[in-house]
Antibody, heavy 120, light 107 residues
Framework: EMQLLESGGGLVQPGGSLRLSCAASGFTFSSYAMSWVRQAPGKGLEWVSSISGSGGSTYYADSVKGRFTISRDSSKNTLYLQMNSLRAEDTAVYYC?????????????WGQGTMVTVSS | DIQMTQSPSSLSASVGDRVTITCRASQSIRSYLNWYQQRPGKAPKLLIYDASRLQGGVPSRFSGSGSGTDFTVTISSLQPEDFATYYCQQSYSTPLTFGGGTKVEIK
């Protein structure tokens, strides 16, 4: 069974940093693009970042460009999101999602999400 | 950036009703349109990809249509487990964008 399990969320002060992890299982991790999607409390879904299967191509929403870094470690079957210079508006549930193949494909598997709260 | 506009933002319906949700893109996205269902407190679930292809395991009462800028998802006979929020998403170009969501509530 294909599964994604996020971790690393929590409470952080504005300007702080946090690294999210997403452990993948049940599929050949390096064959698929992966993404992070977030959802602020009571709001809709917002795409954050994507990375190709090889890790050679990365994409970011303008709202996080220059502050967040997506990466992957195929030896550990793990996706990461390094979040720096966090702002209150980054408060959200962060989901990792597997693409059905490439970056420009649908998200066919989602993790359960991890909550990030940015507050003093 | 491609803007995705869903309508309605919410609707009330009864079990057994036929329900249609619309999604409009601000420019042509060919058939790069996906639909997700999100139940409260849960992660989204892929229902339909490439505008009309049913994801494995999704009941056949769900169907999608459209291309270019106008798309719909239809639930032919609403079931109790279908009460949820539905999102469209374009995968034509980055930034990948979602519609604002349509909440389907019990009448």
């Amino acid at each position: 069974e294909m599964q994604l399990l996020e971790s690393g969320g929590g409470l952080v002060q504005p300007g702080g940093s946090l690294r999210l992890s997403c452990a993948a299982s049940g599929f050949t991790f390096s064959s698929y693009a992966m993404s992070w999607v977030r959802q602020a409390p009571g709001k809709g879904l917002e795409w954050v970042s994507s990375i190709s299967g090889s890790g050679g191509s990365t994409y970011y929403a303008d709202s996080v460009k220059g502050r967040f870094t997506i990466s992957r470690d195929s030896s550990k079957n793990t996706l990461y999101l390094q979040m720096n210079s966090l702002r209150a508006e980054d408060t959200a549930v962060y989901y990792c999602a597997k693409a059905s193949h490439l970056v420009y494909d649908a998200f066919d598997i989602w993790g359960q999400g991890t909550m990030v709260t940015v507050s003093s | 950036d491609i803007q995705m506009t869903q309508s309605p933002s919410s609707l009330s319906a009864s079990v057994g009703d036929r329900v249609t949700i619309t999604c409009r893109a601000s420019q042509s996205i060919r058939s790069y349109l996906n639909w997700y269902q999100q139940r409260p407190g849960k992660a989204p679930k892929l229902l339909i990809y490439d505008a009309s292809r049913l994801q494995g395991g999704v009941p056949s009462r769900f169907s999608g249509s459209g291309s270019g800028t106008d798309f719909t998802v239809t639930i032919s006979s609403l079931q109790p487990e279908d009460f949820a929020t539905y999102y469209c998403q374009q995968s034509y170009s980055t930034p990948l964008t979602f519609g604002g969501g349509t909440k389907v509530e019990i009448k």
